[in-house]
């Protein structure tokens, strides 16, 4: 690796054209300007200069390497002040969570970044075990998840919790379980579970979702509820995602005597410092969901 304040040496030689003024300029001895000059071209293997006297011209090598090494020397300089530089408002935050919860924050943090254009959002839907991984490996800044998380370098909290719906066709105000069983059920990736979890409280008869008969499956969280909008029949999904339907006049939603709620939870990196940026989208997505 190429020793860095070598580079600056060279550079600043390069620009003020003097050994002597160099050395004043970077508060060294002249034969220290030219010890680094020195070692900068053994390690290089290539001649730099061509010295005439106190006077010199760059060779070709020189030029090129100027060309390149005064960008990353300006970059070295700043580097203790761009560190230190950690707006609210600017950079990229990324985010993944259930398709669900996207549907109702998705919308709203891009009102965030309609506010302030620098703030960038990469939000992205996924299931809960690729949330906590992705937490877990810093290739996501904030996971939202539905269930705790496992990984001991992941740090959560309780977010809000979202209620369990039980969506039919419109219409349908027979809620027996036989008539449940004659609508059938239409199925997505977290079926089986929400079903488990809403059918369970409040029908003794339900043995999962395997005894009933399925009519449909999407994994689109927009669409799960089209083949319900048109009578092929019931499914159990979280109120965000049942909100954010077009044709609620197609179907018709149930709360059912023994309600049954998800806990989402906020993830971050355990250990890992926050920026302000990441902070500023945390605030939203609470507001949001609250």
Same mark, same amino acid.
């Given at each position: 690796?190429?020793?860095?304040q070598?580079?600056?040496?060279?550079?600043t030689?390069?620009?003020v054209?003097?050994?002597?003024q160099?050395?004043?300029?970077?508060h060294?001895t002249?034969?220290g300007?030219?010890?680094?000059?020195h070692?900068?071209?053994q390690q290089?293997g290539v001649?730099?200069?061509?010295?005439?006297?106190?006077?010199?011209?760059l060779t070709?090598?020189?030029?090129?390497?100027?060309a390149?090494?005064r960008?990353?020397?300006a970059?070295?300089?700043?580097l203790?002040?761009?560190?230190?530089h950690?707006p609210?408002f600017q950079?990229e935050?990324?985010?993944?969570?259930?398709?669900?919860? =996207?549907?109702?924050?998705y /919308?709203h943090l891009?009102s965030?970044?309609?506010q302030?254009?620098? #703030? $960038?959002?990469?939000y !992205?839907?996924a299931?809960?075990?690729?949330?906590?991984?992705?937490?877990?490996?810093?290739?996501t800044?904030?996971?939202i998840m539905?269930?705790?998380?496992?990984?001991?370098?992941?740090?959560?909290?309780t977010?809000?919790t979202?209620?369990l719906l039980?969506?039919?066709?419109?219409?349908?105000d027979d809620?027996s379980?036989s008539?449940?069983?004659q609508?059938?059920?239409?199925d997505h990736?977290d079926?089986?579970?929400?079903?488990?979890?809403l059918?369970?409280?409040?029908?003794?008869?339900?043995?999962g979702?395997?005894?009933?008969?399925?009519?449909?499956?999407?994994n689109?969280?927009?669409?799960?509820?089209?083949?319900?909008?048109?009578g092929? =029949?019931?499914?159990?999904? /979280?109120?965000y995602?049942?909100?954010?339907?077009?044709?609620?006049? #197609? $179907?018709?939603?149930? !709360?059912?005597?023994?309600?049954?709620?998800?806990?989402?939870?906020?993830a971050?990196?355990?250990?890992?410092p926050?920026?302000?940026r990441?902070?500023?989208?945390m605030?939203?997505?609470q507001?949001?969901?609250?």
């Amino acid at each position: 690796m190429i020793n860095p304040q070598w580079l600056r040496s060279f550079c600043t030689l390069v620009e003020v054209g003097h050994f002597t003024q160099t050395a004043q300029r970077l508060h060294m001895t002249q034969s220290g300007v030219s010890q680094h000059m020195h070692k900068l071209e053994q390690q290089l293997g290539v001649t730099l200069l061509d010295r005439h006297g106190k006077q010199f011209t760059l060779t070709d090598a020189g030029e090129r390497l100027y060309a390149e090494a005064r960008e990353l020397v300006a970059a070295l300089a700043s580097l203790p002040q761009r560190l230190g530089h950690d707006p609210a408002f600017q950079g990229e935050v990324r985010l993944m969570s259930p398709g669900s919860v =996207g549907l109702k924050l998705y /919308p709203h943090l891009l009102s965030l970044q309609q506010q302030h254009r620098q #703030l $960038i959002i990469d939000y !992205r839907f996924a299931p809960n075990r690729s949330i906590e991984q992705a937490v877990a490996n810093g290739e996501t800044d904030i996971g939202i998840m539905s269930c705790a998380a496992t990984l001991s370098n992941v740090s959560y909290e309780t977010l809000t919790t979202e209620p369990l719906l039980l969506v039919t066709p419109a219409g349908c105000d027979d809620l027996s379980w036989s008539h449940l069983q004659q609508l059938g059920f239409i199925d997505h990736p977290d079926g089986a579970h929400h079903a488990a979890l809403l059918l369970s409280a409040n029908y003794p008869e339900f043995q999962g979702v395997s005894f009933i008969a399925k009519h449909g499956f999407s994994n689109q969280i927009a669409l799960i509820l089209e083949p319900v909008s048109r009578g092929f =029949g019931f499914t159990v999904l /979280p109120a965000y995602a049942v909100e954010m339907f077009a044709q609620q006049s #197609l $179907i018709q939603v149930h !709360r059912l005597p023994q309600p049954v709620s998800e806990t989402l939870y906020l993830a971050t990196r355990a250990q890992q410092p926050l920026a302000n940026r990441v902070h500023t989208v945390m605030k939203a997505t609470q507001a949001g969901l609250t």
